[in-house]
């Protein structure tokens, strides 16, 4: 039996569609699955990487010296105590100090962390920039399923396209696929 390279080139498409959709469903379990305090770690990190790539934050950023925590409510408090840190470095050389109040809330079902974001200058303690950022935890719309709802037209054409090629009339049956005379193919 011979394989195309047609075939090798679907064959390979196909698994890596199947092992990224495996993966992917095995990182939104596992994300599902985790406590709050470990899903807000996740959720700021990833948080912190957009706000500094869309360019949303001062200079004094990336300057640390150090990092102040302030758990606004007992639950907050509990993730601080956790472990719960910026994903942010600091630096003895640093000239600003990041202030982080943490506060935790259940809002119609959901619940959530907000982060309130203040940002000092160590040389004359004006506070030079704020920022509150929320965050989901629970009971909100997951981010497979957000992926899946922004992105459910591309999926319908990936799976079409796949359904039209293997109903492509030139690739020809072979004898064991054929029904004999007088029986009725399978549908």
Known sequence: M?????????ALFALTILAWTVDSLYSQYKFQSSSHREKLQVLWGQDVQKLELAKAVPPGWYTLKE???FGGDP????????????PHPV????THRLEVLLLSFEDEGRDGAIIQYNLVNLKNQ???WELGRTFFLSGGESEWDEWVSTNQEKIKKLISAGKKKSKNPSQAKSNSERPVKGQQADK
């Open 91 to 94: 630096s003895n050389e640093g």
């Open 67 to 69: 990092i102040t925590y």
């Open 2 to 10: 011979k394989i195309s390279l047609k075939q090798m080139v679907l």
């Open 126 to 128: 004006n506070m030079e």
């Open 75 to 86: 639950g907050a408090k509990n993730w601080i105590i956790e472990g719960l840190r910026a």
